[in-house]
């Protein structure tokens, strides 16, 4: 298990260099006006002495090398045009940490509901229950989430007397956005769940189990729901750490100062070093998500395992 | 076999089935009785209704099933007092027969298992439930079962998962499952089919030891007539829903009387002539959603009768334990000779000696 973990984990880092490299290279190739403010009035000589001072007329494996070395100090160096000459670590780190308190706070709800609905789902399966619960699920799938957000922000506000934006300093500012985020994320669990839970419970095994007398409460709980756990426990690892990058139309609805729609912001204003840093920063995430979510994996599914096959007898 | 008991009785029993808003009558009537300690083989071809007459023995018809009239007393409780399994609904109410009386070994062991608990678990399960052990007595029960069941090394295959086994090995965990419920009747359905051939004999041979040493009941559903050979004391020949021939294995194996029984016994291969072709049944069963008239099996045998199609054969009993329902036996009916290669059977049964049912 461990040895499996460490080659992964060199595998993951041997991805990511690969990645950052591509992205780097593919970078260096936009129009160079992103790293100055006022390009339009630059002269030749100008822009050509602005970009030696950076660094950009040397060789491309000599840049590269210079960013990972910085990169591995934790350095992700300074913004040019969202925000000129300011570190962009200094810049992002607050902004993930709202994110991340969103997404969070979502999470832990969204999950156990979204279990919750999925099990009441199947145990009345084709009653009522599971017909709501389609109806729930059919409408956030179906209709663009924007269109519900706005009414909840609007209602949500006037009738219950909460704060149509966020403010840092009260709480009870962050109740609407973290609902609209909430809401697809349990119908994305409640749907899963049902799924496999579904699937789990036509199985033979769980005909033997009737067969040999477990009582029907028993066969849902340590036979049909554990086993249909195991598949979403792959995915949670990797939900839990891309909270951070936040949700675009849940955070300019309320303003939220997060991460959300920063990445194409930044590749509007072709400010590359912001475009790198985010991309390191999102693939590393989704990568480690990948990563934990597999492992994971082979903790709670013993057909799974990370030695080298024995050959079963 | 009069001084048999009879553990369990199904009389006239109707199942129905509601499929895409048609109602499917699954089992037409039928009406059995299954001794103590014998062996029954229920065989038919597929879609006869072996599993569904079985399946209501233990509370485990599909949803959209449901038994329409007949009653199934089981013996086993109170000998004087039957419980009719038939008016038993809720998990709740089968939690006394399931498994404790009845237990079953399904078809596919490969899928029969619970792949994320060990196999001592879901012994355990049983015990728990059946024999109220638990902690190290039921760990020692479970490895003296899976000991019993033939499983090598049992310590150290008790706290390994089902994809460690092999499918015949996975068919005798699930045989130790069935064990541990400390059942009166075990039932059988096709316990061999998804077996390899060499596999099939050591679980067959398995059965029948348990059998012996736990004074089980046993009823075989197959559609493979070796294995009936191999194993029944009695046999049931299903077709359409109904039990068309029963009495002991020698009797419908040697003296057959039923067309259907013929054609069955003629298309085995082991039967056949050499130089022609092998037999093979003509048609296809009969419709369930339609009702049948007559015999159900009068479209497909070339020597029905007029009456086979206008009315319902009775039973008629060849011997106090064989009967059969079909118009041949009546003593109007014409003489009709039966195939060529079940008269080849009937000289094998004359040079064997003894072949006496004893139930």
Known sequence: MLKYSLMRLARSVLTLVILITVIFILLRQMPVEGYFTNFEKMSPTAIDVGLRKLGLKDPLHIQIGRYFLKLLQGDFGVSFRYRVNYPIAQLIWPKMLVSMKFGLTSMVLSLPLGMALGVLMVRGKGRLADKLGNAYIVFIEAVPNAVYFIFIQLYGSSWFDLSILYKAEEWTSMILPVISLALPSISGYAMWLRRYMVDEMNKDYIKLARAKGVPSSAIWFRHVFRNSVVPMVNLIPGSLLLTISGSIYVESLYSVPGMGGLLVDVIKRQDNYMVLALIVIFSSLSILGLLLGDLLMGVVDPRISFAKKEGSR | ?359
């Open chain 2, 1 to 359: 076999m009069e001084n048999k008991e009879i553990i369990l009785s199904v009389r006239d029993l109707n199942v129905k089935f509601s499929l895409r808003g048609k109602v499917l009558h699954a089992i037409r009537g039928i009406g059995m009785d299954l001794y103590k300690g014998e062996s029954l083989a229920i065989v038919g071809e597929s879609g006869s209704g072996k599993s569904v007459l079985t399946k209501n023995f233990i509370g485990l018809l599909d949803n959209n099933g449901w038994i329409d009239s007949g009653e199934i007393l089981y013996y086993g409780m109170d000998p004087q007092h039957p419980v009719d399994l038939a008016k038993l609904k809720t998990d709740e109410e089968w939690r006394d027969i399931r498994g404790k009386h009845v237990a079953m070994v399904m078809q596919d062991p490969m899928t029969s298992l619970n792949p994320l608990k060990t196999i001592g678990w879901q012994i355990g399960e049983a015990l728990k439930l059946h024999q109220n052990l638990r902690g190290e007595a039921a760990r020692k029960k479970a490895i003296d079962i899976l000991s019993d069941v033939g499983i090598p090394e049992p310590e150290r295959r008790y706290s390994q998962y089902p994809h460690e086994f092999s499918g015949g090995m996975r068919q005798r965990v699930v045989i130790a499952i069935a064990m541990a419920c400390n059942p009166r009747i075990l039932v059988c359905d096709e316990p061999t089919t998804a077996l390899d051939v060499t596999i099939q004999a050591q679980i067959l041979h398995l059965i029948k030891e348990l059998k012996e040493k736990y004074a089980l009941t046993t009823i075989y559903i197959t559609h493979d007539l070796g294995v009936v050979a191999n194993v029944a004391d009695r046999i049931a020949v299903m077709y359409a829903g109904d039990i068309v021939e029963v009495g002991c294995a020698d009797e419908v194996f040697y003296d057959p009387r039923h067309p259907y029984t013929w054609a069955l016994l003629s298309s085995l291969p082991q039967l056949g002539i050499k130089g022609r072709d092998l037999y093979s049944i003509k048609g296809t069963p009969p419709n369930l959603f339609h009702p049948i008239r007559g015999d159900a099996f009068a479209a497909r045998n070339p020597q029905a009768l007029k009456i086979d199609f206008l009315h319902r054969p009775p039973y008629f009993e060849i011997s106090a334990t064989h009967k059969a329902r079909t118009w041949l036996l009546d003593p109007r009916a014409p003489k009709v000779d039966p195939p060529e290669h079940i008269k080849n059977i009937r000289n094998i049964r004359k040079n064997m000696t003894g072949g006496q049912c004893n139930g």
